[in-house]
């Protein structure tokens, strides 16, 4: 059973920070990628941010250059989110793709948390 557990999200105000964490457990048998997406009210969710297992590292056109994800070396990601806008108002959902024991490739997600901006 894999688990993701997502802290760090509240209420800022505009151009504040917030820093979200995410820590997974569980049988992972290898880890392809660790990233961030979130949904607003009556939209879709959408990609934020990723960092794949060979370094590389993804964002959003509209969080380049404010947002920062991050890995350690244990199953933790990380999302510094400066100068943020009312507009990144949504939940924010971390998102694990790895491998369980039978091989196969899967989706794993977060309970989501969130993060308000006020303006």
């Known amino acids: 059973q894999v688990q993701l557990l997502e802290s760090g999200g509240g209420l800022v105000q505009a151009g504040g920070s917030l820093r979200l964490s995410c820590a997974a457990s569980?049988?992972?048998?290898?880890?392809?990628?660790m990233g961030w997406y979130r949904q607003a009210p009556g939209k879709q969710r959408e990609l934020v941010a990723v960092?794949?297992?060979?370094?590389?590292i993804n964002y959003a056109d509209s969080v380049k250059g404010r947002f920062t994800i991050s890995r350690d070396n244990a199953k933790n990601t990380y999302l510094q989110m400066d100068s943020l806008k009312p507009e990144d108002t949504a939940v924010y959902y971390c998102n694990l793709k790895g491998y369980n024991g039978g091989g196969s490739l899967r989706d794993y997600w977060g309970q989501g948390t969130q993060v308000t901006v006020s303006s």
């Open positions: 960092t794949t297992s060979g370094g590389r």
């Open positions: 569980g049988s992972i048998f290898g880890i392809s990628a």
